[in-house]
């Protein structure tokens, strides 16, 4: 299968500690973004990449996420002395395009549950 | 702020029924406008990605329309089948999309 892979599936966690997130794009594919997704809500916009340049990251992002692409190819999004809040789904997606018809390209996510 | 609204939030149909959503969005400044169907434990997957006001897209038994003018689109499932049953999400491209909350929709045999 050569999709978006993500890496745990499930995560849980304890209050105060870090975690780390891995996410395999497409191969070919150049723009990888990450998304954020809780209960009721469509997914939240985190942050992307085109290549190993991240280009965008959202205002609501607080210091203790950081996310990088080393080379261009995965990328990896930890979150530092995680809070019950970061409790959601991290989904990872890819394109190849950044152009009106770019069609995103999703992982199954990581499920991060913060007790 | 970027608002895109769906409605309904969940809808419950019996199987061979028809049926819609609407996603609602800024029309001003309008480059794309996405719907993803994201079943359990899967991956949201695209459906279509429409740039031109007064398109119609069609996939199978899923068809969906466009008015950039006015902020609107709709999906359309005939004769909805059991596996249909998933969330749709309509997400509008501004500099990135930017999705709404989806319809979750349950189709009983």
């Known amino acids: ?115 | 702020i970027l608002n895109v609204e769906q409605s309904p939030q969940s809808l419950h149909v019996q199987e061979g029924d028809s049926t819609n959503f609407t996603c609602s969005f800024p029309s001003s400044n309008f480059y794309a406008l996405h719907w993803y169907r994201w079943e359990t434990a899967k991956s949201p997957e695209a459906l279509f990605v429409m740039t031109l006001n007064g398109d119609e897209k069609k996939k199978g038994r899923i068809s969906a329309t466009l008015n950039t003018k006015e902020g609107y689109s709709y999906l359309y499932i005939k004769g909805s089948q059991p596996e249909d049953s998933a969330t749709y999400l309509c997400a509008f491209r501004y500099n990135k999309l930017i999705f709404g909350a989806g319809t979750r929709l349950a189709v009983h045999p």
Request: hydrophobic fraction near 25%; charge should be neutral; aromatic fraction near 10%.
């Open chain 1, 1 to 115: 299968d050569t999709g978006v892979s993500q890496d745990p599936r499930h995560k849980i966690t304890k209050r105060g500690q870090n975690v780390t997130f891995r996410c395999d794009p497409i191969s070919e594919h150049n723009r990888l973004y990450w998304y954020r997704q809780t209960l009721g809500q469509g997914p939240e916009f985190l942050t992307y990449f085109q290549n190993e340049a991240q280009l965008e990251k959202s205002r609501l992002l607080s210091d203790r996420f950081s996310a990088e692409r080393p080379k261009g190819s995965f990328s990896t999004l930890e979150i530092q002395r995680t809070e019950q809040g970061d409790s959601a789904m991290y989904l990872c997606a890819s394109s190849t395009r950044g152009d009106a018809n770019e069609k995103l390209f999703f992982g199954s996510g990581t499920q991060l549950s913060v007790l």
